[in-house]
Nanobody, 126 residues
């Protein structure tokens, strides 16, 4: 089991920035990949960015150049720095973790992630 708790969401105007955090705790498995996903009502949850145990990262085309995923292994914390935010970035953002999935070769596969946080809302106004 892995417990994931997100924070850092909020409301911001277009062009602004937010930094999401995801604290991982209560490990009983080794984590290989961690990722950020987002979902708006009525749509499927989509991958935003993920990072593997060696630091290899992947991004959805819609956020490349604007978002940066990183992790602090000492703090067991995953981050998502979001810059140049757009109204279409408005969504509930979820942190996820996987133990056996290889996100380096097959990135942003939602169904490969076994552990999920409760989500944090990001709202971008125009």
């Amino acid at each position: 089991q892995v417990q994931l708790v997100e924070s850092g969401g909020g409301s911001v105007q277009a062009g602004g920035s937010l930094r999401l955090s995801c604290a991982a705790s209560r490990y009983t498995v080794s984590i290989n990949c961690m990722g950020w996903f987002r979902q708006v009502p009525g749509k499927e949850r989509e991958g935003v960015a993920d990072i593997d145990s060696l630091g290899s990262t992947s991004y959805a085309d819609s956020v490349k150049g604007r978002f940066t995923v990183s992790k602090d292994n000492a703090k067991n914390t995953l981050y998502l720095q979001m810059n140049s935010l757009k109204p279409e970035d408005t969504a509930m953002y979820y942190c996820a973790a996987a133990s056996t999935y290889s996100c380096r070769w097959y990135p942003l596969k939602r169904y490969e992630y076994s552990y999920w946080g409760q989500g944090t809302q990001v709202t971008v106004s125009s």
